[in-house]
């Protein structure tokens, strides 16, 4: 634990005073979002085990392609006043060879269904894909925003912690009062608890990339992205949004091939209600009417008591429960295209109002205020106000940029594309 926390620190460390990113341990990995969907495609164990479910219903279509085994049936006497004595005026022996034949095509509604079965793992594991893909960008965002949060603490404090040395020194000169002495002290400590819970939000931020990208628990990770988001979401409309929603997201796949099963489980369970063959030949040695009798033998069930209604019955009502689930999902899919897509106008129209030059100015006046203060230039209450203004403004500054990056993320959750390639 000592040896992570220490690696952290010199990441940060080296972020807060470089602002660029690079290998500083060798338990730190620094990650762009290519890399980290990369390694996540590669790794991630509920993908791994999702992929299992194909190759399962892929086993399930290669069975049902097989035909039923022949049964043998035999009869042999074991004690007529001797034991097993077969010759020619002795002995019984009965041989029966039987081989189920279904009919109206229902081994091959089988193997239709069997290949649903593939259809809807595959649309699953591509529904499961899609929802890890957008947990991992929004943390991955979200850990870059936490980053650079630690470094405005970083610079507020180490700032804070110089002036409260030279403080302690001017208190002892009584050159100011104990009063303003405790007021800084206790901004300084105010400070310190809120970069300690922000640094329990980085913990558990990474330990939840850390389960998603399976790496080493003592691997610090770095986001790596760009300065700038280049798209403008105005070059997108609405129609297009759904168009590529209704082509692309597998939960509405899933829902239409989840309709198309309930279909083909209703045929399969109308042909259950023809009754299946069973063709067999016989030889019979001595019990017939003859000696070494040979026959034809022809079974089938009589569909008198059991017309298979109450199956059929259920599998109608499947398809219409099917077709309103996946209205239901279309909906629903529809909404959260417009949602995404009110979201990431929002948020692109707050980020071009925002100066590009407000951070710059931001920092320059914050080394200013603190001479000013420590020369008596501008009063407590102005410079408490100051600081305050310089955290809350870089905060939510970067809390704009990060919403506006997830709004992105969104919209390709929402539309089950890459529409949008915010990296």
């Known amino acids: 634990m000592f040896k992570r926390a220490l690696t952290l620190l010199t990441v940060l460390f080296f972020i807060s005073h470089d602002y660029g990113y690079a290998y500083t341990s060798s338990d730190t990995l620094v990650l762009t979002l290519p890399n980290a969907e990369k390694i996540f495609l590669e790794k991630n164990l509920e993908l791994l085990a999702a992929q299992f479910d194909i190759n399962i219903n892929q086993a399930y279509v290669q069975q049902a392609r097989l035909w039923d085994n022949p049964v043998l049936n035999t009869d042999q006497n074991?004690?007529?006043?001797?034991?097993?004595?077969?010759?020619a005026n002795y002995g019984q022996v009965f041989v029966q060879i039987q081989q189920l034949i279904k009919t109206a095509?229902?081994?091959n509604k089988l193997i239709t269904l069997a290949k649903d079965g593939v259809l809807t793992s595959?649309?699953?594991?591509n529904d499961l894909m899609r929802n890890l893909q957008f947990l991992l960008r929004t943390d991955f965002y979200s850990l870059h925003q936490l980053l650079e949060t630690n470094n405005i603490y970083n610079r507020e404090l180490q700032a804070l912690q110089k002036l409260v040395t030279g403080m302690d020194a001017q208190l002892q000169a009584g050159n100011i009062s104990l009063k303003e002495n405790i007021r800084i002290r206790s901004l300084l400590f105010s400070l310190q608890a809120d970069q300690a819970d922000l640094q329990r939000q980085l913990e558990d931020m990474q330990k939840d990339l850390h389960v998603l990208?399976?790496?080493p628990v003592d691997t610090v990770i770095v986001p790596s992205l760009s300065a700038n988001i280049n798209f403008d979401p105005q070059n997108l409309t609405i129609t297009q949004l759904l168009d590529s929603a209704f082509a692309n997201r597998p939960d509405l796949?899933?829902?239409?091939?989840?309709v198309l099963t309930q279909q083909h489980n209703l045929s399969y369970q109308k042909a259950l209600v023809v009754p299946d063959l069973t063709v067999g030949l016989e030889y019979d040695q001595r019990s017939s009417y003859i000696a070494n009798y040979y026959g034809l033998a022809i079974s089938l069930p009589l569909p008198i008591l059991n017309n298979n209604k109450g199956n059929i019955k259920a599998a109608t009502y499947s398809i219409n429960q099917a077709k309103t689930n996946a209205l239901q999902i279309k909906t629903q899919s529809e909404q959260e295209v417009a949602?995404?897509?009110k979201k990431l106008l929002l948020g692109y129209n707050l980020q071009k109002q925002q100066p590009l030059d407000l951070t710059g100015q931001y920092d320059q006046l914050l080394q200013k205020i603190i001479t000013s203060y420590e020369q008596r230039q501008v009063g407590l209450l102005e410079f408490i106000d100051f600081f305050d203004s310089y955290k809350d403004s870089k905060i939510k500054s970067l809390q704009q940029e990060t919403t506006f990056r997830n709004a992105a993320a969104e919209i390709n959750f929402a539309t089950g594309s890459n529409i949008i390639n915010n990296q």
């Open 78 to 87: 074991i004690y007529d006043g001797k034991f097993f004595r077969h010759d």
């Open 105 to 107: 095509g229902k081994r």
């Open 339 to 341: 949602s995404a897509y």
């Open 122 to 125: 595959q649309q699953q594991f």
């Open 213 to 215: 990208l399976q790496l």
């Open 253 to 258: 796949q899933l829902a239409q091939t989840n």
